[in-house]
Structures are given as C-alpha cells and as structure tokens.
C-alpha cells in the first residue's frame, strides 16, 4: 500500500500536472471502483481543480464548487500518467480522468479490486475520511507519546493503526522499528520515555529520508514505479537477506495477508519472535534464539548417492 513517501510523491507530480486545469471528462471503466452515487462523478467535468490535499494515505482533488474526488489506493492501487490522446488497454485500469495537460489513469493490478473513489460535496463531507492520525513529521516527542500511549498494543499494530498514526503502513513502520532497535512486539504500555523519544527519532527520520529519496528519484518524471519493496530498505521485504547494520539474517512474522520484517539481534536481543503459522507447526519445537534456530534449521550437505552397479 502506498504511504506517506509514496503518496506525498504522487501528490506533487498530480500538482504540478492538474492543479487549476479543468477536467473534460471523467471515465469510470470498473463501477465498482465508485463507492458513492450523489453527487455523480460527472459533477467534476468542466471544473477546474482547486487544489489537491491528503487525509492520512488518501489522495483529496479539489475540485470548484466545493467538490472534492476522494481516492484510497489501498494495496494495489496506482496512478499512471499519459500524454493527451493516449490510452491506457488492460483490465487493471479502473478509471480515466482527461485533462488538456494529460489523462490520469487509476489502475490496479490484484485481483481483489479494493482501491476506491469517492465525490462528496462540502468541506465537512471530507471529515468522515479523516481518522484523526497524529502526522508524525509535525509532531513533539509529546505530542508522539500521547498517541502512542494511548491505547496498548504492540507496537507494529500502534504505528499501522490510521487512528493514532498518520500514513504508516506495514513497510515504513518495519523500517522505523529496525532504526530504533525496537521490538515490533514490544507494548505500547511498556515502553520507557527514553525508547518513545528514541522511536520518534526513528520515525520522522526515517519518514524524511525517504521522502527525500523518492522525490530525488522521481525528479520531473511521474512517478511509475511505486512500490513497498525496495532494495534499499534494511528490513522490509528482505527476509532472509543479511541485516545491513550486523549481518544477521532477517527475521518475519506472517500474518494475515502482511508480514513483520526485524532482526534479531538489533532489535529483540537475539530473541525469535513466533510466527503464527510455523510456530504452531512446530510447537514446543520452535527455536527460541539463532542459536537454537542454526541448531534446528541449518543446511546440512546432501550425501553423495552410491553409483549403481555396473557404473563409474
């Protein structure tokens, strides 16, 4: 799912290529990507864009006459630009916005269609789509503390969770746990001052390279390759690969659909953490530190086989 880096790229390359041009027609090819009905998507047509803004990993166009298009990503979801006159083939397109200075394509590759558009009117309409996430990068150590400490849970589900943390998904928040060598596990309620001011740290750093190295790749160009897994990143999406910091190989945790990337030994002591899954699998079995894991899941060579009879 696109995030804060992610979104607040494709917001600049959106104003720089809409703001304050009229939209001449608006195309939906998957209705069921329209999750309202009034007003109708082509209320938009032969407005101009007013401007365009974010509610946490949302996307706001504004549009004159208090018009606002909302649209979530969600996991697959993604933003394709073309010239005036070109299309955009295939079932993963979900809808086309025209413009004199180009088309805007919504597409989505999964097949479980999840991204979602919807035309609300009135500034106050927009309050429903905002769940009131703290963002990160305007925050105080303070300010960080009270939304993290407001309910416990651990901390992979605080920093993902919409209500008390704007745009973090589970790439970014597995990629500012790594920084702080926290564990995604440890409780909110548990967490000492000096570990939130050093998660807080972690996070708007983190948060602010990226955004930095995602406009800097991007340059003028629109941005065509948004992704969650990137090489660059030390853990996210790395399993199994060496930690950059200390080599260990890193470590997950499946569920559901997602997955928690960590390293044992910067962030849990050397501890593995269970997975749901294999950990039930193996029961009292389970490796609790690298040791026991090398112990229980190293390689072992292959035995040469014995030639038959009758072969060199």
């Known amino acids: 799912m ?3 880096p992610d979104v607040l790229l494709y917001l600049g390359a959106l104003e720089s290529r809409i703001a304050g041009h009229r939209l001449d027609r608006a195309r939906v090819t998957s209705p069921f990507v329209l999750r309202t009905v009034s007003p109708p998507i082509t209320a938009l047509e032969g407005r101009h864009v007013s401007g365009l803004s974010r509610l946490g990993k949302q996307i706001v166009v504004n549009f004159e006459s208090d018009l606002h298009l909302v649209i979530h990503l969600m996991v697959a979801g993604r933003f394709q630009w073309r010239a005036p006159g070109k299309t955009l083939g295939g079932r993963s397109t979900l809808a086309a916005f025209h413009f004199p200075s180009g088309i805007l394509f919504l ?28 963002e990160v990068l305007a925050s105080t150590v303070g300010q960080f503390t009270a939304a993290l400490t407001r309910e416990n849970h651990t901390l ?18 597995d990629e500012i746990l790594h920084r702080a060598k926290l564990s995604p596990l440890q409780l909110t309620s ?11 740290k972690a996070a708007t750093a983190t948060l602010a390279e990226w955004i930095a190295r995602l406009r800097g790749e991007a340059g003028d160009q629109f941005p065509s390759k948004v992704t969650a897994f990137r090489p660059e990143m030390a853990v996210h999406g790395r399993y199994g690969q060496p930690c950059p910091v200390c080599g260990t190989s890193i470590r997950r945790i499946a569920y559901a659909e997602n ?5 044992p030994t910067c962030q849990t002591g050397g501890r593995l953490l269970a997975d749901r899954g294999l950990s039930r699998l193996l029961k009292k079995d389970w490796p609790r530190n690298l040791d026991e894991w090398d112990e229980h899941f190293q390689v072992r060579q292959v035995r040469p086989m014995r030639p038959e009879p009758g072969t060199d």
């Not at 035309?119 to 309050?127: D, F, N, R």
């Not at 548990?190 to 807080?200: A, N, Q, S, V, Y």
């Not at 997955?259 to 390293?263: G, K």
């Open 190 to 200: 548990r967490l000492p001052d000096d570990e939130i001011g050093r998660l807080h």
């Open 2 to 4: 696109p995030e804060l």
């Open 156 to 173: 992979k589900r605080a920093l993902t969770d919409p209500r008390l943390f704007s745009g973090i998904g589970n790439a970014y928040s």
């Open 107 to 134: 597409t989505e590759a999964s097949k479980k269609k999840r991204s979602a558009l919807h035309v609300v009117q009135g500034a106050a309409s927009l309050t429903s789509f905002d769940r009131g996430g703290l």
């Open 259 to 263: 997955e928690c990337n960590y390293c």
